[in-house]
């Protein structure tokens, strides 16, 4: 029998990987808190973790922080 997830049980595995990916800025590029949240919430990345059809709330932090890192790291600036 497979159980889906409810829609505050999506949110929560969103917010729990989004505190982590934070966390994963500030140690790798040594921003402060306000910085890791300002990055990441203005992320690419982080808009296709709010699209459920992507799935990636349901994926390791890991995982998501290499489309984070790679995003970040190859970024062109206009």
Known sequence: ???RLTAE????????LATELAGFLMDD???TPQEAIDV???SE???????D????????AGYVYS????????????
């Open 67 to 78: 489309f984070l890192q790679n995003e970040l790291l190859n970024a062109k600036v206009a």
């Open 1 to 3: 029998m497979t159980k």
């Open 53 to 60: 059809e992507t799935g990636l709330y349901y994926q390791s």
């Open 40 to 42: 990441l919430y203005t």
């Open 29 to 31: 590029f040594k921003l």
């Open 45 to 51: 990345t982080f808009e296709r973790l709010q699209e």
């Open 9 to 16: 049980q999506i949110q929560l595995l969103k917010d729990e």
